[in-house]
C-alpha cells in the first residue's frame, strides 16, 4: 500500500489508542485526520502530533451519529485519497446487566457497534474503486463471557462479527477493501482507569499487567501490512476466553477464579 500522500482517518483519536494509532499511522508517511466528541482533546492532540511538522487535521465528531461519519469522509477526502479508516472511537460502562442505568447501555451500543457500523460504511464509500483498509478495534472481550462486563463484551462481539462478515461481503463484491479487527486484552488507558474503582471490572486486571497502549497501537498499525482479518492480543488469552466461549458451563467457575485475581490487582495498582 503506498502512503505517500495518502491519508487515514481514526475516530476517537483524541486520547488512549486512538492518539498512538494516529501517531503510528503519521510514522508511515500517512496525512492523519483524528475526530473525537471532546474539542479541547482533539485541538491538543492534533497540535501534539503536528509538533514535529506532520499533517494532522482534528475534526469534532460524533461516532454514534452516520453523517457526522459522512461529514468528516468528505472532509478527509478533500486533503488526499483516503486508505485507511479505524473505528476506535469506544465506550466502556461497567455492572450486572440488570443494574446498568439503560443510558450507559444504549451509549455503549450505539459508539461501540453503530459508531463502527456508520464508519465502516462511510469508509467503504470512500475506498471502494481505489482499494484501502478498514480496522476495527474491537476487545479481547468478544471472544467470550466477561462477567461485569455483559454490555460491553456483546458489543465487541458484535464489532469482530460484524468485520469478519464485512469482509465476506466485500470480498462477494469483489471490492478491493480489505477489513481488520485488532481484539486486544485491557490496556492502560483512561477507557480502563476510569472505571477502576468498580469491582465489576476486576477481570480486565487479571492480567499480569496492562498493556501499554503502544504495544496495541504497534499491532493495529501492522495488521495494515497485510490481509489478516483477525488479530488477538496476547494469542493465548484469547484461546481462554474461545475455550469460555464454547463451555461457558466449565469456564465461568475458572473466570470466578481470575475474577478475584484480578480484584486483588485492580485494587493494588
Known amino acids: ?47 501534539e502530533l503536528a509538533a514535529s511538522g506532520a499533517e494532522v487535521t482534528g475534526i469534532v465528531a460524533d461516532a454514534r451519529d452516520a453523517a457526522e461519519h459522512r461529514r468528516v469522509a468528505a472532509a478527509a477526502a478533500q486533503l488526499g485519497p483516503v486508505t485507511v479508516w479505524v ?9 450486572r446487566a440488570w443494574e446498568q442505568p439503560e443510558e450507559h447501555q444504549a451509549l455503549m451500543v450505539d459508539v461501540n457497534v453503530m459508531g463502527v457500523v456508520h464508519g465502516s460504511r462511510a469508509a467503504v464509500e470512500l475506498m471502494r ?8 478495534i474491537a476487545s479481547m472481550s468478544a471472544h467470550g463471557p466477561v462477567p461485569g462486563l455483559a454490555v460491553y463484551a456483546a458489543t465487541k462481539a458484535a ?14 463484491a469483489r471490492v478491493p477493501v480489505r477489513v481488520h479487527a485488532l481484539c486486544p486484552d485491557a490496556a492502560d488507558t483512561a477507557l480502563v482507569r476510569d472505571e477502576q474503582a468498580s469491582p465489576d471490572v476486576a477481570l480486565l486486571f487479571s492480567q499480569r499487567s496492562l ?12 495488521l495494515l501490512d497485510g490481509r489478516r482479518v483477525v488479530r488477538s492480543l496476547p494469542t493465548h488469552r484469547a484461546g481462554l476466553m474461545r475455550f469460555g466461549s464454547l463451555v461457558p458451563r ?11 485475581q484480578g480484584d486483588r490487582r485492580r485494587t493494588s495498582t
Open 211 to 222: 498493556l501499554t497502549p503502544a504495544a496495541v497501537a504497534d499491532a493495529a498499525v501492522a
Open 87 to 95: 473505528n476506535n472511537a469506544g465506550v466502556l460502562r461497567s455492572g
Open 1 to 47: 500500500m503506498s502512503r505517500a500522500g495518502s491519508v487515514a482517518v481514526v475516530t476517537g483519536a483524541a486520547r488512549g489508542l486512538g492518539r498512538e494509532i494516529a501517531r503510528g499511522l503519521l510514522a508511515r508517511g500517512h496525512r492523519v485526520v483524528i475526530t473525537d466528541l471532546d474539542a479541547a482533546a482533539v485541538s491538543a492532540t492534533a497540535a
Open 159 to 172: 464489532v469482530l462479527s460484524f468485520s469478519t462478515s464485512l469482509q465476506g461481503d466485500l470480498d462477494l
Open 250 to 260: 466449565v469456564a465461568l467457575p475458572v473466570l470466578s477464579l481470575l475474577r478475584a
Open 129 to 136: 474503486e481505489r482499494g484501502g483498509h478498514v480496522l476495527n
